[in-house]
């Protein structure tokens, strides 16, 4: 984190909303990874970041570390969607429509749907490494921060997501050759 970037979580801290304002630019896609990583529905997840963000501006003074204002902020977003996810009412097999997808000519329609949901059958954390590294393209450094994980403990965690994925997608991949 450089000199500036510290200065702008310091600003934000002390109740400069311009200073925040960018912040929420700069962290929203991350933010939104995270929450869609636990609740896997856009409009959930969605309204979870818009919740943490008016949480993180009224408890902004609580952070005395500057440099530890993204992964608070993420932490929010974390514990909102968590939150969420709790709270959802269940519903009853019997009133759940399944719609089924047709699938185009060259499978892919399939495929997508079981790589969703070989993604949703892992663990959150793995989930949201994931989507951070490989659909945010976040590098490892910004990853460990954001998550609050060393660099042994994402590494473990990517391979083991990984793995998951390709065990559990292999019968997919090996039709559609």
Request: glycine residues 4%; charged residues 30%; aromatic residues 6%.
């Amino acid at each position: 984190m450089d000199a500036s970037e510290r200065e702008q979580y310091r600003a934000a801290i002390h109740g400069d909303r311009e200073a925040f304002e960018m912040i929420i630019r700069t962290h929203s896609r991350t933010l939104f990874a995270i929450a869609f990583a636990i609740l896997q529905s856009r409009e959930e997840a969605e309204d979870a970041v818009q919740d943490s963000l008016v949480k993180a501006w009224k408890m902004r003074w609580r952070v005395r570390d500057p440099e530890k204002f993204p992964a608070w902020l993420c932490m929010i977003a974390r514990h909102r969607a968590h939150d969420v996810f709790r709270r959802r009412r269940p519903v009853p097999l019997s009133a759940q429509i399944i719609e089924p997808v047709e699938p185009e000519p060259n499978g892919s329609s399939a495929l997508d749907q079981q790589l969703h949901s070989a993604l949703a059958a892992l663990p959150e954390l793995h989930r949201a490494a994931l989507t951070l590294r490989y659909f945010e393209e976040m590098d490892y450094r910004t990853i460990e921060n954001t998550l609050g994980l060393t660099n042994g403990a994402l590494r473990g965690i990517l391979g083991r997501a990984l793995a998951s994925l390709r065990k559990q997608l292999r019968p997919a991949l090996v039709s559609t050759d």
